[in-house]
């Protein structure tokens, strides 16, 4: 295969992972790429749609957050195979399968997307850094700029080091949405049952499971996954593909279910916070953040919030 032909090439293969030991150390030689494409699943475009959902129907719609998941987590792992055993990302395979028009219509609705994810990202690090430091939109916007050049720093550094960064920022909003639900102390019986109860309140909630859904699964993170698994050396033989692919798959449960913890959070900490209190109108990620102090009682709430605003937008916009 020509240099040129294959995805990033630049770090394409450069991760070993035909090494010794046990399951746990060559499960970490693989896990990476995942976590890249799960930032995609907690990006501001899902804070609104899980906001306004917990805000207006409680855990009603938990539901349609972790099926939303289990579609993501099939997809992913489909573009993971495409891109282990075909050495092919998404792109590359539909450029080499589909004829011209189709392509172009795909090209169309990926810029598209790519604008759309884009646009998101940008104005959630703004809204992030206004929240945090009082700065008016434009700056956020404009100091936003610096995250491609971030990206591309990281990129020269190794993939692992991109890797590493994404990973603590992760872990950096995990955290906070985990005291922000402890100080909400929600109703785990309501939790509960909004993950089994099947149900659509009315014609308004379904609009918003719709946009759950479509916030949730993203076709961007399918060209983008088949492509980053290709960092990752794999023995072309029977036995090392099918250990890539299975390793891949526990990389992107890991992952995927991490985005799932998040999302949840959202939406529980609005269905805990503001739903309880009568705020059903609650969507814009302003209002939440000015909300929160007096209705949890803690100065340091709303800052939270705004902290896993930025490093969940920081994260998007680099990938």
Same mark, same amino acid.
């Given at each position: ?20 030991? &046990? ?15 799960? #930032? ?59 004829? &011209? ?25 703004? #809204? ?82 719709? &946009?759950?859904? &479509?916030?949730?699964? !993203? ?99 680099? !990938?």
């Amino acid at each position: 295969m020509k240099h040129e032909d294959v995805s990033l090439s630049e770090v394409h293969g450069t991760v070993e992972t035909n090494i010794k030991g &046990g399951f746990w150390k060559r499960l970490f030689a693989f896990m990476g790429p995942a976590y890249l494409v799960s #930032i995609g699943y907690m990006d501001p475009g899902n804070w609104a749609t899980d906001l306004a959902g917990g805000s207006r129907f409680g855990y009603a719609l938990l539901w349609v957050l972790l099926m939303s998941n289990l579609i993501a987590l099939l997809l992913q792992s489909l573009s993971a195979r495409l891109g282990v055993v075909a050495q092919r990302d998404l792109a590359q395979a539909s450029r080499e399968l589909y004829p &011209g028009p189709v392509n172009m219509f795909l090209y169309i609705l990926a810029e598209i997307a790519i604008a759309a994810c884009d646009l998101a990202e940008v104005l959630g690090m703004a #809204i992030g850094l206004q929240l945090l430091f009082g700065l008016p939109l434009v700056w956020g916007v404009s100091i936003s700029i610096l995250d491609a050049f971030l990206l591309l720093f990281l990129m020269n550094l190794g993939i692992r080091k991109l890797e590493v960064f994404i990973l603590g920022l992760i872990g950096v909003i995990g955290g906070a949405f985990l005291v922000q639900m402890i100080l909400a102390k929600p109703d785990l019986g309501q939790v509960a049952s909004g993950f089994i109860t099947l149900s659509i309140p009315n014609a308004e909630a379904l609009f918003i499971a719709i &946009g759950i859904i &479509g916030a949730t699964v !993203m076709p961007h993170n399918l060209y983008l996954h088949s492509a980053l698994v290709q960092t990752r050396k794999v023995e072309r033989t029977d036995q090392g593909i099918r250990r890539a692919i299975r390793y891949n798959i526990i990389d992107s449960v890991i992952a995927l279910n991490l985005a799932l913890f998040v999302n949840s959070a959202i939406l529980i900490l609005a269905a805990a916070v503001f739903f309880k209190n009568g705020y059903n109108g609650v969507s814009e990620i302003q209002d939440a953040h000015r909300l929160l102090e007096p209705l949890l009682g803690k100065s340091y709430a709303p800052v939270l919030f705004a902290v896993c605003l930025l490093y969940t937008s920081d994260a998007a916009d680099d !990938m």
